[in-house]
C-alpha cells in the first residue's frame, strides 16, 4: 500500500484474445488527526467545522482543544482540508502523505455597509454577498465568500471573510438594479457608508403614470422579446407582385428593416393579447394591463436608439400612431404618459393589419409615405427623451478579466 491510502501500481499483462481475471487490493482510507489554532496566538479554536471538502462527504468539529479526528482520508496529495469558524476566515490544507496536520485560522474581516434608494431611502431585505479567492499558493485555494440581507436601516454586514483577499460585492434587490463593485483587499474590516442602487425602472421613472408604474414587470419585456422575435417569422414572406414571385424585403428595398422592426413589435403584443383573449392559460390575469405598461415604457427606451436607426424609427413609428390613436396621452400637470388599457388591443390589432397590408402587396410607395408619417420625432416626443438625460442609452460592458 502507499502511504496515501491507494494501492501501489499493479501491472496487468492482457492476452491478445479472451480476457484475464486479477483481483485488484483496494486500501482504505487513513486517519488524519490535527489542531485547529488561531494564527495570531496558536491558542486552540474549538468548534471549528472540518472537512475533508469533495472527496468524500465527513465533517467533524474541533474539540475544547482544538483537536480533531478524520477517518477514511482519501483525498491523496491534493486532497484539501477545509475549515472554518466563527470570527475567522475560512482555510484549507493539503496533507499530501502526512497523518497530522495543524490548521492556522486567521482572524477574519468585516465589510460594513449601508442601502439606499436615489432618494436616499434605506432599501431592506436586498441580498448582499461579498465574494473572494484566497490566492496563497501555499495552501489549497479557498473562496471566501459571506452573504446578508439589508436590515430595516439597509445596513449589511459580511463577517469571516479573508483580509488577504480582494473581492467583489454583489448586491441585489427587487426593484433596482444590480450593483457589482471590486473590493481590494485591506487586511482589515471595511465600512463602506451609504451606498445608492439605482431603479431599473429610471425611464418610466421619469415618463409613466404614477398609477400605472405598478404594472411594469420583467416578465412581460421578457415576454415582448420573445414574441418580437418570433414575430420575424410571421406574416408577410414571399407575395405575388403583378404576377411575379417575390420577397417583401425585395419589394420594400430600404423601408423593409424598419417597418419589419415595427411589425414584430405590434405583431407580438397583439400575439400574446390574443392568445390571452381566446382562453389560453399561459398568462397571468393581469396580463393585458402589464403587458402595455411595460410596452409603452419599452418605446421610450428604445426609440432613444434614434430615428435613423431601424430599430429606434420602428420605435417612433408605434409611438407616434398610438398617440394619434389616442391610447398614448400626455398629462399636462407632469408631463407623464399614461395608455389606455382598454383601447389598447384593438389600437395594436390595427397597426398590426396597416403594417402588414403594406408587406403583402409590396408597397414601396405606400410604406414610405407610412414611415415619413409617423417615423418622427415631434416636439411631445423630443420633450420625453429630454427628461431622460443622464440615464445610459446603452451599457459598454467591461471585461476585467480578460482587459486586452
Not at 168 to 180: P, T
Request: glycine share 10%; net charge negative.
Amino acid at each position: 500500500m502507499s502511504p496515501t491510502g491507494w494501492p501501489e501500481a499493479i501491472e496487468v499483462t492482457l492476452p491478445d484474445e479472451g480476457s484475464v481475471e486479477r483481483v485488484l487490493p483496494f486500501g482504505l482510507g487513513r486517519t488524519i488527526t490535527g489542531k485547529v489554532v488561531a494564527e495570531a496566538n496558536g491558542e486552540p479554536v474549538p468548534g471549528a467545522i472540518v472537512d475533508i471538502g469533495p472527496v468524500g462527504d465527513h465533517t467533524t468539529t474541533a474539540a475544547a482543544d482544538g483537536t480533531f479526528t478524520l477517518d477514511d482520508w482519501m483525498g491523496g496529495a491534493n486532497g484539501a482540508i477545509r475549515c472554518e469558524a466563527p470570527g475567522f476566515a475560512s482555510a484549507s490544507v493539503r496533507p499530501g502523505d502526512a497523518h497530522e496536520v495543524t490548521i492556522s485560522l486567521r482572524r477574519g474581516v468585516r465589510i460594513r455597509g449601508r442601502l439606499v434608494a436615489m432618494d436616499g431611502a434605506a432599501l431592506v431585505g436586498a441580498h448582499v454577498a461579498a465574494v473572494g479567492t484566497d490566492d496563497n499558493e501555499s495552501s489549497a485555494r479557498r473562496a471566501s465568500i459571506a452573504r446578508a440581507v439589508s436590515d430595516e436601516q439597509g445596513r449589511f454586514e459580511l463577517a469571516d471573510l479573508s483580509g488577504e483577499s480582494a473581492h467583489r460585492l454583489v448586491v441585489a434587490a427587487r426593484g433596482y438594479g444590480r450593483m457589482d463593485r471590486a473590493l481590494a483587499a485591506t487586511g482589515k474590516d471595511v465600512d463602506l457608508g451609504d451606498l445608492t442602487l439605482n431603479a431599473p425602472r429610471a425611464i418610466a421613472g421619469r415618463l409613466v403614470a404614477e398609477d400605472q408604474l405598478g404594472d411594469l414587470t420583467s416578465e412581460s419585456f421578457f415576454l415582448h422579446t420573445l414574441w418580437h422575435e418570433m414575430s420575424h417569422g410571421l406574416g408577410p414572406g414571399k407575395i405575388d407582385v403583378d404576377g411575379r414571385v417575390t420577397e417583401v424585403r425585395l419589394e420594400l428595398k430600404e423601408h423593409y428593416s424598419t417597418l419589419e422592426e415595427a411589425k414584430a413589435d405590434a405583431m407580438g403584443e397583439w400575439t400574446i393579447l390574443t392568445m390571452h383573449a381566446a382562453g389560453r392559460d399561459y398568462f397571468p390575469a393581469a396580463i393585458v394591463r402589464q403587458q402595455a405598461t411595460t410596452y409603452l415604457a419599452g418605446l421610450f427606451r428604445s426609440v432613444r436608439f434614434g430615428i435613423g436607426e431601424a430599430h429606434g424609427a420602428a420605435n417612433a413609428i408605434q409611438f407616434n400612431y398610438l398617440v394619434e390613436k389616442g391610447v398614448i396621452t400626455q398629462d399636462p400637470h407632469d408631463g407623464r404618459f399614461r395608455i389606455d388599457i382598454a383601447r389598447f388591443p384593438a389600437a395594436i390589432e390595427d397597426l398590426v393589419r396597416d403594417i402588414c397590408l403594406l408587406q403583402a402587396v409590396g408597397d414601396y410607395a405606400g410604406t414610405g409615405a407610412f414611415i415619413a408619417r409617423y417615423s418622427t420625432m415631434p416636439p411631445l416626443l423630443a420633450d420625453a427623451l429630454a427628461r431622460l438625460d443622464g440615464i445610459p442609452v446603452d451599457i459598454e460592458p467591461v471585461f476585467t478579466q480578460y482587459p486586452d
